[in-house]
């Protein structure tokens, strides 16, 4: 076992990073897609609503490609996959911190299906875009998280016997 006064290693640390970076994209870019559209778009988020002031870009300011959230999606499960398997127990404050991206990520991807749908398919009043299949993607590397800090935390339970 790794002595806990080490420092983490050199892939689990990468890892990490990369996979906070990967995790807040989606959700950071749904607050700047948010924002603009209130400055720039008038109010204006989603199709359904009006513009309430005047318009200096129109809607949708920007939309999201499924394929980049999906690619961002794939990437958190892959990263998540390397940071469990490279953790240590006192690495597992760092994981808990990437399951609130992983859900934010969700979210936006579901968000951004409904508010600027790419490919979209009506579904009685709405229209959903393809966005949407990058949330359970991002669920899935939630899941791994959860999974990875769950044996993590019984192991080293077990270990202290």
């Known amino acids: 076992m790794v002595p806990s006064s080490s420092p983490p290693s050199r892939g689990h640390a990468f890892a990490t990073r990369a996979s ?33 002031w005047a318009v200096a870009a129109p809607y949708p300011l920007f939309v999201i490609p499924a394929g980049v959230l999906i690619a961002l999606a794939g990437a958190s499960v892959v990263l ?7 953790a240590r127990r006192d690495d597992v404050p760092g994981l808990r911190g ?12 579901v968000l951004f299906a409904g508010m600027t749908p790419e490919h979209g398919v009506r579904t009685g009043d709405m229209v959903w875009g393809a966005q ?3 949330a359970p993607i991002s669920a899935l590397a939630v899941v791994i998280l ?3 800090i769950a044996v993590l935390s019984r192991r080293s339970s077990i270990g202290e016997r």
């Open 20 to 52: 906070a970076i990967v995790g807040v994209v989606p959700p950071a870019a749904l607050i700047v897609f948010l924002v603009g559209s209130l400055i720039l778009s008038g109010g204006q988020v989603s199709e359904s609503t009006r513009a309430k």
């Open 132 to 134: 949407w299949a990058a």
């Open 98 to 109: 990437l399951i609130g991206l992983g859900i934010a990520a969700a979210i936006a991807a």
């Open 146 to 148: 959860v999974v990875g």
């Open 80 to 86: 998540a996959v390397v940071s469990v398997a490279t």
